[in-house]
């Protein structure tokens, strides 16, 4: 076909290098989520003089109330945290916690083989208002009815349904209406029309139960006097031991679930220090391992004994050496990751370098078809078959939001859980309950994610901050289940090893392993199958395929879900990215603002 020449100036040029998402800079702050009124929450907070932290809440509660489908907030929160009078990281723990009452023997003798998936017998306290709280308390500037405001507005006001609200697969409203119109009437209540019907795209949705749990956290923050901390830790009290914990077991009781009242009274949030591992002048922090992050700590460290660059982005020998340092490291969190106030994680072990290229060495030429855990206790390569306890398609219910600002707050939060398909919403509060016990074994006895009374599940939730010579570089996170953590090393390493501008990162093809066992109910997994966007090439899908990995294609823009926000630390300017993937896969509009 002949080519006719154009003297438009925006025809001129090639744009197939040219990201889908532009570019987004600012010199005050920068806000990353999963729903534009999310990041639109956050930048409204920083031009009322809020940090970074409290731009972060306020999109987070946001994002609870518009994407229901993935987050809400009787879910749970996982935050990282650097700011500018003590820039070492720190992490607030919003984890769901057990009740007392939950111990294999009573799931068994109630006749379950598993925790459910869904439903009272999976939930817990939920962690994510008292991780917000906390953070509030410790690096905010404005009051809970300051951060709560926008959410409260779209709550009682209204806000849009949107395409993935109504219909991701399996997760959105179209797929669960016809549970919510025979059993789950609280959820009928808010998300389905008078007649029963799906909303349209664009029908204005309305929460007024969660507005007014909202306004009345704030009430009690306000009744509180004194300083700013007292009102907060009013707010923490009205949740955990007022009338929403009330509303919370009242629900739970009448249907047979094992939460009570001295569940939450004894809650509290826990503040640890994250794990860390320097990769290419860069110290990656993640949470410790009551999540999955610490599997990508371990990945780089794998990795750090091979010259990636040299492999070629996304090449098939690139992607055969990520997939396979990755089943290690994935390997390693079936063995050995769980709650360390319940079980000892040998972590300084796992994440050093000298454990990293013992287990380097197993990579080679072919696929490995084994879940292959090293023997972290005594430094070795691999642990004896007979030792080892041991994915599903990437697991529900997550979204993600960064901000930074012109100070040097930098926060990464990973809210998730409570989402629709978790349970029936509590009517009286506007929310579900999480079903994050799912996520816990059983049996064997010693698995170290085996349920206990009081103990935090093991999660994929999994945020990610990264500093550069002491200061607050990058923060970054995704949806996604046990996918999150590749996807996030993928979108690292496009940015630290070949120099990709944070948006072209996000973009990249990408790619995601099967080969361990699932976090999330059923804990199923498929042995070296690799979901791949086709968009990485013909002659990369043929190398993978050549070198043993089973193939299983994907389409573009259904691999990611990437956030993040980088500081220029010469200049000061922050910059915003934000996946397509969330519009393209139909799952959330994903959008990312600064100024």
Same mark, same amino acid.
């Given at each position: ?263 939450? &009274?004894?809650? +509290?949030?826990?503040?640890?220090? #994250? @794990?860390?591992? *320097?990769? $290419? !002048? ?92 090293? &023997?972290?206790? +005594?430094?070795?390569?691999?642990? #004896? @078959?007979?030792? *080892?306890? $041991? !994915? ?92 999150? &953590? ?110």
């Amino acid at each position: 076909m002949n080519k006719i020449p154009s003297n438009r100036s925006f025809r001129l040029k090639e744009t197939a290098s040219i990201t889908t998402h532009p570019r987004v800079f600012g010199h005050r702050g920068a806000v990353a989520s999963e729903h534009y009124l999310a990041s639109m929450a956050g930048i409204d907070m920083l031009k009322q003089g809020g940090t970074a932290i409290d731009a972060a809440i306020a999109a987070t509660l946001v994002e609870g109330v518009v994407n229901p489908h993935m987050h809400t907030i009787g879910g749970e929160l996982p935050i990282l945290v650097s700011s500018p009078d003590h820039p070492q990281v720190v992490c607030i723990n919003g984890n769901m916690v057990a009740p007392e009452a939950a111990t294999p023997e009573a799931y068994l003798d109630l006749g379950f083989e598993k925790i459910p998936p869904a439903g009272v017998f999976a939930a817990g306290v939920p962690g994510a208002m008292g991780a917000i709280l906390e953070a509030l308390k410790r690096y905010g500037r404005l009051s809970f009815a300051d951060v709560c405001a926008p959410a409260m507005d779209l709550a009682r006001n209204g806000f849009a349904m949107h395409a993935g609200l109504q219909r991701q697969y399996n997760f959105g409203v179209s797929d669960l209406a016809d549970l919510f119109r025979s059993e789950w009437h609280g959820s009928a209540a808010l998300y389905l029309l008078e007649d029963g019907s799906v909303p349209d795209e664009g029908t204005t949705l309305r929460n007024p139960a969660i507005a007014d749990m909202f306004e009345y956290l704030s009430r009690e923050e306000k009744a509180a006097g004194g300083n700013r901390e007292a009102g907060v830790r009013a707010a923490f009290n009205a949740f955990y031991r007022g009338d929403v914990a009330r509303e919370m077991v009242a629900f739970v009781t009448a249907r047979g679930g094992l939460l009570r009242r001295s569940d939450f &009274d004894q809650f +509290e949030v826990r503040i640890e220090e #994250p @794990v860390t591992v *320097r990769f $290419g !002048g860069v110290d990656v922090y993640k949470c410790g391992p009551w999540n999955q992050g610490p599997a990508l700590l371990q990945t780089l460290s794998i990795l750090k004994n091979f010259d990636l660059k040299a492999l070629g982005h996304n090449s098939a020998d690139y992607i055969h050496v990520v997939v396979e340092a990755i089943k290690l490291a994935f390997a390693d969190r079936e063995q050995y990751y769980g709650d360390p106030a319940f079980v000892d994680v040998p972590m300084d072990m796992l994440l050093s370098d000298a454990y990293g290229a013992l287990r380097a060495a197993l990579i080679g030429p072919r696929a490995d078809h084994e879940v292959r855990p090293g &023997d972290a206790w +005594e430094g070795a390569a691999l642990l #004896p @078959v007979e030792d *080892r306890i $041991g !994915g599903s398609l990437w697991g529900p219910g997550t979204v993600h939001v960064d901000a930074m600002d012109q100070e040097g707050y930098t926060a990464a939060f990973t809210p998730s859980g409570a989402y629709l398909k978790a349970h029936e919403v509590v009517p009286a509060l506007g929310f579900p309950l999480g079903a994050r016990l799912s996520n816990c074994r059983l049996t064997p006895s010693h698995h170290p994610n085996v349920i206990a009374p009081f103990k935090r599940p093991r999660t994929t939730i999994s945020p990610s901050l990264a500093m550069k010579d002491g200061k607050p570089w990058m923060a970054f996170g995704s949806m996604g289940g046990d996918q999150q &953590d590749q996807w996030q090393i993928q979108f690292f390493l496009n940015r630290v090893v070949f120099d990709m501008p944070l948006q072209a990162a996000i973009e990249a093809p990408k790619f995601s392993s099967d080969h361990f066992p699932a976090l999330f109910h059923p804990h199923d997994f498929f042995l070296n199958r690799l979901r791949i966007e086709e968009s990485v090439g013909e002659a990369t899908l043929e190398g993978l395929e050549e070198r043993g990995h089973d193939l299983d294609v994907a389409p573009p823009w259904t691999e990611g879900f990437l956030c993040a926000a980088e500081r220029n630390l010469e200049t000061g300017i922050m910059e915003a990215g934000s996946d397509p993937r969330g519009t393209k896969a139909e799952v959330f509009p994903a959008y990312a603002l600064a100024i």
